[in-house]
């Protein structure tokens, strides 16, 4: 990787004697992260296409880190000779993590890079006697961010082959390199295919001219004879690629999560409707989030010529992403996320209904009771206004209290207790009603789900 001053329009192919193999590996970090860093063209150089890379900085990657080491420092191991320069990149793109890079230059034949080309994309290395996790950590705090990171088993690799080498051209005719060769390295194994059934994929742009190659995979590609910008470019598409296939396992993960808290909640039968309700919103939510997630880390990046109008970078970018599954795998987590969303919306006005009609009942037993006290007020003050009236009737000589009055109070107070009997039976009532209410019923979607699991 080169940060030079710009080529002319037509640079000639990359010249270097030994094989270059980059390979990436997607990191966790234990706690948030600022996306902060160099921007790549402080760190790479892309030619022509600088300025689009500039423009579109703020969507790209930001470089946290780069270090060279001395080659003595990278212990592969099974042993490996010919190895002439070491380096490693740490990237902090958008979303998705964050994105170690190991660069190592061999001088070998291309054959016999496959040895280490399968330790290095299996990280079976030490660096500085450290592994590849400690390694990236350490390069984090460098940069000014401290966590720890762990390297996942997302990983791509790139393969580009010094243009000098034999087994790369012949120099009389120009000619790409022989596609059994390709083959090999992008499987790393030096064995023979039938190409039928081959997941290779060759991206027009980047193969139109005589001398150059590009052969993606999902895990490993191979680029001969491009520019310096171009395999920077490629760099770049290859991180952002990985980043996004992080983010997107990560909002599946997530999914999955929002799925078992769904079952959790609408099977919980102690937990109260309002409890319910206010849960299955948060995860409304929080799937609202995960699809944003999804379409700006993932879906967001599929076009490259948005960002940079470059016929062999876009190419390759599409290609890369087709071969990484990343269309599918947006397809099938983007559906997933709309169904469970669907699914927790309904619940949620499953639940809201109950509420409202447990409302509704609740405002028809206050005005029950607002109407039984009211009919009871009337007579008593009819009663009372008739103890207050001068009438012959009345015998002045009684007092209120007097119990030749006891009938009449008794019948006042028989009344009374049949009404308060009455209300506390219709409220107990309506409170168990409401109980049994706040159960989800057992046809629900979410329980069919769960009855046809294992």
Known sequence: MISDNEPPTFAPPAKREAHRITTLFAADHAEGVARTGGALTEFLGFGSAR???????????????????PVEALELHRACSGVTAVRDWLFAPRLGGLVWALTVD????????????????????????????????????????????????????????????????????????????VQRLVYRADLPYRATYSAIKYPGEPNRRHGALAAVGPYVSVIAGQQDYVENAFF???????????????????????????RTVTNDEQLRAVDRRR????????????????????????????????LRMVDFHAALFEAMGLRDGCAVTGGMLSRLDSAITAERDSVQAILAARDDRRRTRYAVAVGALSVLAIPLGIIFGFFGASAKEIDPRRSFFDPYYLPLYLSIAAGLLIAAMALGVATIAERRKDLESSEIPSESSLTRVRASGP
């Open 279 to 310: 849960r299955l919103g948060a995860l409304s939510a929080e799937l609202g989030s995960l699809q944003l997630e999804l379409s700006f880390g993932v879906e967001a990046y599929f076009d490259l010529g948005l960002m940079v109008p470059s």
């Open 236 to 262: 770049v598409s290859a991180v952002q690629a990985l980043a996004s296939l992080r983010a997107l396992r990560t909002i599946r993960d997530r999914a999955f999560e929002a799925l078992d808290e769904v």
């Open 106 to 181: 061999i001088e070998l034949g291309l054959i016999d890079l496959i040895g280490a080309q399968d330790q290095l994309f299996k990280g079976q290395l030490m660096l500085g006697g450290d592994e590849p996790s400690a390694v990236a950590s350490a390069l984090a705090r460098a940069g000014g961010v401290v966590t720890e990171l762990a390297l996942r088993a997302d990983a791509h690799q790139l393969v580009f082959a010094g243009s000098s080498a034999k087994e790369l051209f012949d120099g009389a005719r120009g000619e790409a390199i022989d596609a059994d060769v």
């Open 51 to 69: 300025r689009y890379y500039e423009a579109a900085q703020p969507q790209l990657p930001l470089v946290l880190g780069r270090r060279d080491w």
